[in-house]
């Protein structure tokens, strides 16, 4: 099992900055990507970027990409996300989540982080 949790959410005006982390306990040796999803009030959930975490490649949400770095800390076992002039639309419930090896699709994420941004 892998446990994430997920912190730095918070308030901030349009235009500021935030930075996300993102903890994984447990069973590690395995984890072959970690992302960050989001969903905004009364929206579905949405791919914000994703890291190899073996070889540190990133792809980011083309919405994003100029305004937010992910990244990861291997020695910490944390992922990182990097926000900047932040927008009102940006207002979500950041997630984070691990997918092993073998698996298709994300097995486990954490509880949610909120971000608003206001106006």
């Known amino acids: 099992q892998v446990q994430l949790v997920e912190s730095g959410g918070g308030l901030v005006q349009a235009g500021g900055s935030l930075r996300l982390s993102c903890a994984a306990s447990?069973?590690?040796?395995?984890?072959?990507?970690m992302a960050w999803f989001r969903q905004p009030p009364g929206k579905e959930r949405e791919f914000v970027g994703r890291?190899?975490?073996?070889?540190?490649?990133?792809n980011s949400a083309i919405s994003v990409q100029d305004r937010f770095t992910i990244s990861r800390d291997k020695a910490k076992n944390t992922l990182y996300l990097q926000m900047n002039s932040l927008k009102p639309e940006d207002t979500a419930v950041y997630y984070c989540?691990?997918?092993?090896?073998?698996?298709?699709?994300?097995?486990?994420w954490g509880q949610g982080t909120q971000v608003t941004v206001s106006s």
């Open positions: 989540a691990a997918r092993t090896t073998w698996a298709t699709d994300y097995e486990y």
């Open positions: 447990g069973r590690l040796f395995n984890i072959y990507m």
């Open positions: 890291v190899y975490w073996r070889t540190d490649t990133t």
